[in-house]
């Protein structure tokens, strides 16, 4: 048995949520296959960073599609959230938000999800990030809110991406990290020349810059997430402080 199992999954709680309208008011190229999508709803001051939305697509046919992502954004009184989605090959719903999306279209979201893999400032730190590909976006909100008010609490990001140019808000994470001594960032590019995968220099020297963590969230595929929970439990991180979330393959 991996010993990864002892981890506390992020759960759905069993809520009924309804519903919300949104209007899509922006949209930008994060990556060249993420797109950021930010939306004016009435959920968008009501969420903690790391949780996530259901988007509900409905076509003129009648025919629904939904889909859960991350918010990106920590909550700035725009009354917008911002998702940041990446584009798969023939995704259903990642293909009409990278290709077909306008400003100005609705669409409908419910949530926000996702209250055991959150975190605000008073529940302090240090904080240990592991996100692979777009897995980063909910500790892109996590960290967002912690440049809000909470920079005292010392943080890192392990961020494993396929290449520097398909790391998602790398150059945000890269000035935070120059202009934040609390900060730092350990990026690992799975397809470069030179690249690797996360290892265990990489979560020791992360570990050396916080500290004992008091909080650990790790996000991405199941694979990503395996990996990285067994090198932070190897480095005798204890697994009641591991919070995971998965995106599926
Ligand atoms: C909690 C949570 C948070 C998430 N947050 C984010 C986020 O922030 N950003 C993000 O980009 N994603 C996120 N995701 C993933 C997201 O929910 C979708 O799964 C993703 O966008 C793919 O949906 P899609 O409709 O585009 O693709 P789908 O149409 O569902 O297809 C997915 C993939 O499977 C392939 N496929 C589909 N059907 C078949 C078939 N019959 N045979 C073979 N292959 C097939 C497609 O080619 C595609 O590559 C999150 C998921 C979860 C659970």
Redesign the pocket.
């Known amino acids: 048995m991996s010993s990864a199992t002892s981890v506390i999954e992020s759960v759905i709680e069993p809520v009924v949520f309804r519903w919300h309208e949104a209007e899509i008011t922006a949209l930008s190229p994060v990556t060249p296959h ?1 797109r950021s999508v930010r939306l004016r709803c009435s959920l968008a001051e009501a969420y903690r960073a790391g949780q ?1 939305v259901d988007v509900r697509l409905t076509a003129e046919d009648g025919y629904q ?1 939904q ?4 918010i990106a954004s920590a909550q700035d009184g725009s009354g917008t959230l911002e ?4 584009a ?8 009409w938000f990278s290709h077909l999306a306008e400003i100005g279209d609705r669409v409908e979201l419910r949530g926000p999800i ?1 209250g055991s893999f959150s975190w605000d400032g008073p529940d302090g730190g240090p904080l240990l990030l592991g996100g692979g590909g ?1 897995g980063v ?1 909910p500790l892109l909100a996590m960290l967002r809110r912690r440049a809000q008010g909470w920079r005292q609490i010392p943080a890192a990001l392990i961020y494993s991406a396929r290449t520097r140019a398909e790391a998602i808000a790398v150059a945000e994470l890269e000035r935070l990290a120059e202009a934040d001594p609390n900060f730092s960032l350990h990026l690992a590019t799975t397809r470069e020349p030179g690249g690797k995968r996360i290892d265990a220099p990489l979560v020791a020297e992360a570990l050396a810059r916080i500290g004992a963590p008091g909080k650990v969230f790790l996000c991405g595929s199941n694979r990503f997430v395996a990996a990285a929970s067994d090198l932070i439990l190897a480095e005798g991180v204890a697994p009641g402080l591991i919070r995971t ?1 998965r ?2 393959a």
Do not use: K
């Open positions: 993420v996530h599609a889909r859960s992502y991350s998702l940041m989605i990446e798969l090959p023939d995704g259903e719903v990642s293909g996702g777009s976006v979330e995106f599926g």
